[in-house]
């Protein structure tokens, strides 16, 4: 069997077709890795927002805790004053009905009876 071509030539051209379809596929995997690298900076970028997201989070829900516990403080001392007063005022109220319902009971049966000063504070 003859070629038109010497061997040398046909293996040089082969191999030079192998060299072009390697610096294609060398191309594209640069560029790939190109997307890549940009891909990844763009990535630590955001894991550095949200790392910074994450810790302002922390001293954010520290503060509220701090104005939670503060508030609780507060709110809790007035409560416990109004709930003071209200037995207070419970107590009193109850005085001045019985009170009351003896001047009535007093009224009612017609006595003369003028209570002092003093029992009616």
Known sequence: MSFPLPVPMIIEITLAVLLAAT?????????????LRKDQDSLNGTVRALNGAII???????KLRTAAEEADKTLG???HSARALADELSLLTSV?????DRMEG??????NWNPPLRALR
């Open 77 to 79: 001392s007035k409560v």
């Open 23 to 35: 610096l294609l596929c060398c191309f594209s995997l640069e560029r790939r890795l190109k997307n």
């Open 56 to 62: 302002s989070a922390s001293a954010s829900i520290a």
């Open 106 to 111: 007093t009224y009612a049966t017609g006595s």
């Open 96 to 100: 001045c009905e019985r009170i009351a």
